[in-house]
């Protein structure tokens, strides 16, 4: 009774950590180095980073440029530019979106890929 | 005869005293005598005084002018060749009255033998006691007075007149009896002409047979031709002779005239400079002298016409000896009466009319006893009068009313009678005015119209000089400007140190001062504004942190020092802030060091940061609306 016990629990933590493993888009991408980013995004210039962060509020708009959004991660507060080609997706403050990002010149971080989690 | 009042005859005096200086100077008789050609007095002082009168006194009028002297009574003034001065109210005149009042009175003993042998010599030579004698001692008197300082030696020159004249009469004496002796004479040489003049006869008459000569001699024989000869040449010598006498005799005659005239002219002058020198006793003895010397009666004076129409005109009486002796008996007894009349109102304390009175006696009579002898106490209170009225004058002259006010109420105590109408009139005016532009100068003062101040406080201080209120105005005025120069200063040296908020603490006293000066004012109005800014930022950093937002009370104040770095205030109270809001600070730090490394994206992030700490914060927001427009432009 105490081993099938102990299987169902271990059968839900592997379930739970597959889960976690498959929900996230950008698993093979490391994750953005805030730090070091707030400390010189130049050294940054041309990666690809994937940051899962919960939106802030909308800076600025621009049909042609994109949308600029303030977006917190662990505790800190950065710009992140979301292009045109990705108007269609709807996004709000206090959601929470898994980007794909190049740091572009200026240390401008701007989306390459957008999912909503 | 016509007589003058004592006032006038007073008045008479003094005026006439100038004009008869002109006479003492000029004295003559109308036709001078021509100089005795031998024998007789010499007569050394009529040569200079014909000249004098026929050289100045024919073609300029006179010797002190053209016009002869006229005094108004009324008015009290003396007009004189063309000027006209009131004679109590002349330097020279007040001078010797004010030495006249502080000298002591005359009554020693000395003053008393004086006056005692002055008083026997006139009683001596008063009509009815001037016989023979009392002459002779009158005249031996003379030099015992003028042993006395007082007479100047006055008596001597009497005394030189009366010996003189003397002199001139024995010299008529001598003629006289010159004449009667060439009388002899010339009888002699009649009876000598007609003897010559006989025998001629006798021997015409013997020589023709006719006649009684014949009977007389006798078978005398013709003259001869040589006998005819010599008795004319006698005869012609006899006659010659006798008209060499008459000559003589007649010469004699006129010298007599001339002595006579001579002597008297000289006494006459004499008499004249006692008068003019108000020796008026001294006159008195030499008029009778001079009618002990001269009796033949004539007093006539032989003055030149000038002065003898002036003794017409106001005295009303021909210019004699009886004349001037009237004159000064009545000076005298004039100058007994002004005194007397001081010496009233003295005690009434009338010092105003008592001065004047005692300033007219001793016009006329200075040598007078009774003028002498008025004791010094007495004579103190007319000085104290008369310097204060001359200090009035001298006030209201140089327009010190504060000065005259107080002398005119000293001299309403002093002297009852004082009219101070008049002073406190002009006083009073003077005052009014000078005040009224000193109100005008105020206002001028404080509406910044120097222009009109200047004018306002020089057409003050020309009506009266010395007023308090306008020593206090200028004192006031000085002293603002002395206050306003170094706030000037002060602004200018605060304004270069940037010392703004000293400038703000001392604002009262510089905008006072800066009133005069636009530029300045203008840039402490610009001061002002900023240090009102500065001290605005300050309380409301004081109110964030009462409500401990420190990162907003830090801003309230950076903002500011960033525009006024060199307030000490503002400085301190952000170096203050600075610890409280160090999280804020230092975020914001961050965003402008990476904006400044154009790090846009980690700038943006610090700003966001910033003002998630501080959500107000204007820096974090300019920050992020400036970083936002570059990352996404406006379209």
Known sequence: MLIAVILVLAALAGGYFLFGRTSDPYRTYTSLPVPDYLQNSNSLRGNVYKLDATIGQSLQWSPSVGRLFSVEVGGEVLPVLVPPPFNSVNIEKGQRFYFLIKVEDHGILTATDVKKS | MKTSSPATLGLFSWGASLLFASVAFAQVPDAAPAPAAGGGAPAPA??????????????????????????????????????????????????????????????????????????????????????????????????????FDIDARLCDSIADAVYSAWRAENAQNRL?????????????????????????????????????RSTKGGGQKTPSATETYEDTMRMTEHTKRIAEIEAQIKG?????????????????ALVLQFFLQRRFQHVLIATRFYRAVFTDGDTKLNVGKDTKDLFEKSSGMPPTVGTIDSLANEALRDVREGVQAYNFLLEKQELESATKRLAEAF???????????????????????????????????????????QLVNDLGKIAKDFDNSKPMGIIGASKQVSDMHLAKARNAALKGDNATLEAELTAATELWPRNPALAELSKKIFSQGDVQQKAVIDFEQLLSQKNYR???????????????????????????????????????????????????????????????PEDNKLSKTRADLTPHAADFVRTLQDAQDMEKRDQIGSSLAFYLKARKIYPASDFAGDGINRLVKKIVPES
């Open chain 2, 502 to 564: 000293q400038i703000y603490e001392d604002s009262p006293r510089f905008m006072g001062a800066l009133a005069f000066y636009p530029d300045k004012a203008a840039k402490l109005k610009e001061v002002m504004e900023n240090m009102k800014t500065i001290e605005g930022a300050l309380m409301r950093a004081d109110e964030m942190v009462r409500q401990n937002n420190y990162p907003g009370a830090w801003e309230s104040v950076e903002k500011i020092a960033q525009q006024f």
């Open chain 2, 363 to 405: 016009t006329v009579g200075e040598f007078v006893p009774e003028i002498r002898t008025l004791t010094r106490d007495k004579k103190r209170q007319a000085l104290e009068f008369t310097h204060k009225t001359n200090q009035l004058i001298s006030a209201i002259d140089v327009k010190d009313d504060t000065l005259a006010e």
């Open chain 2, 252 to 268: 004699n005659q006129i010298k007599r005239e001339l002595n006579s005239i001579q002597a008297k002219v000289e006494f006459q």
């Open chain 2, 46 to 147: 009529a040569a200079p005084a014909q000249g004098g009168a026929a050289g100045g006194g024919q073609k300029n009028g006179s010797f002190l002018g053209k016009d002869v002297p006229a005094f108004d009574p009324g008015s009290e003034i003396l007009t004189w060749d063309g000027k006209n001065w009131n004679v109590n109210n002349n330097r020279v005149f007040q001078a010797r009255f004010e030495k006249y009042l502080n000298a002591p009175e005359q009554t020693t003993a000395i003053d008393k033998q004086y006056q005692a042998v002055i008083a026997q010599i006139l009683a001596l030579l008063a009509p009815g006691n001037a016989n023979t004698q009392n002459i002779d001692t009158a005249f031996k008197l003379l030099p015992v007075g003028s042993r």
């Open chain 2, 176 to 212: 006289a009896n010159a004449n009667a002796a060439l009388d002899a004479e010339r009888t002699q040489q009649y009876w000598n002409a007609q003897h010559v003049s006989a025998g001629d006869n006798a021997r015409e008459n013997s020589s023709t047979g006719q006649s009684g």
